[in-house]
């Protein structure tokens, strides 16, 4: 049976509350998957794959399904069209973050080849480029990349122009909830200098000048840790290719007049 590990966090709590006020919030709902790690031709791996498929669809009122990047475990052009396979029996909306081993441009799987592989099994996929938005009830998500596909690696490096990027979306975005996905944490969930994002501090610097950035939800540590830094909510989730088997179920709740919520549910996967 399913566990939940863990109990509901809140993101940031109000003074004052009423029951007119939650009637008329919003909520949105998805799951994260991060560091799947699939490989071509292995029966177990593909039975868990079709499992969590399975599972997913049986969670109520899901919105959407992320996965947070390393979700090949090396940048193979055959085991992104099996994972893609098993990640397209998800019923709810998938979208899907880069990490370092999704991508090099050594083996021919580079960032553009990678979401064109994407595409090819959903038309109607959004992303053209690796950076890119999209909302889901009055809430923006937003996936930001860290992958090297040039000497790729373990460190996260989120370039300038990217940084750019995100100062440019919050600033658009100034009016709504802003949650981010990426595969490279900011706030290390455990001390790992081999993972550790290159100038964290320069993206953190720009997270503190908005004040709309609710939650950033990432993975490649393998390790499960939730803290909150200038009240943005920094969210880890550890890898599904270990045992046990783990995947999160996030709720954002947000009304009018009161800040967003964040609740997370870290469940064990039983094939």
């Known amino acids: 049976m399913r566990k939940i590990l863990s109990i509901i966090f809140m993101l940031v709590s109000f003074l004052t509350c009423s029951q007119a006020a939650f009637a ?11 560091d799947v790690h699939y490989f071509y031709g292995n029966d ?8 969590l498929a ?24 055959k085991a992104l069209h099996g994972f893609l396979h098993y990640a397209g029996k998800i019923k709810a909306p998938t979208y899907f973050v880069i990490g370092n081993h999704d991508v090099s441009k050594n083996s021919k799987v580079d960032k553009a080849k990678y979401l064109d592989i994407i595409r090819s ?5 959004p992303a053209w480029k690796p950076n890119y938005v999209f909302k889901k009830n009055g809430i923006v998500f937003v996936i930001v990349d860290g992958a090297k596909q ?21 600033t658009k975005n100034s009016k709504h909830p802003v949650i981010i996905l990426q595969h490279f944490p900011l706030v290390e969930p455990r001390k790992m200098n081999s993972h550790k994002t290159y100038k964290a501090d320069e993206y953190l610097e720009i ?12 993975g490649h540590y ?14 880890a989730t550890p890898a599904f290719a270990e045992e046990p ?24 996967f039983d094939l």
């Open 207 to 218: 997270l503190d000048k908005h004040e709309n950035v609710v939650a950033v939800v990432a």
């Open 222 to 235: 393998h390790t499960n840790g939730e803290e909150m830094r200038n009240g943005v909510y920094h969210v």
């Open 245 to 268: 088997h783990y995947y999160k179920v996030i709720e954002v709740v947000s009304s009018k007049n009161f800040l967003p919520m964040v609740f997370t549910q870290l469940r064990e």
């Open 24 to 34: 008329k919030s919003k909520t949105v709902k998805f799951v994260q998957v991060t």
């Open 54 to 77: 399975k599972e997913i669809n049986k969670i109520d009122g899901v919105d959407f399904v992320v996965f947070t990047g390393d979700n090949i475990d090396s940048p193979d052009a």
């Open 44 to 51: 177990d791996v593909d039975a868990r794959m079709k499992s």
């Open 121 to 125: 099994h959903n038309w109607f996929y």
């Open 150 to 170: 040039v000497i790729p690696g373990p460190n996260g490096y989120y370039k300038k122009d990217t940084l750019e990027w995100v100062d440019k979306v919050l």
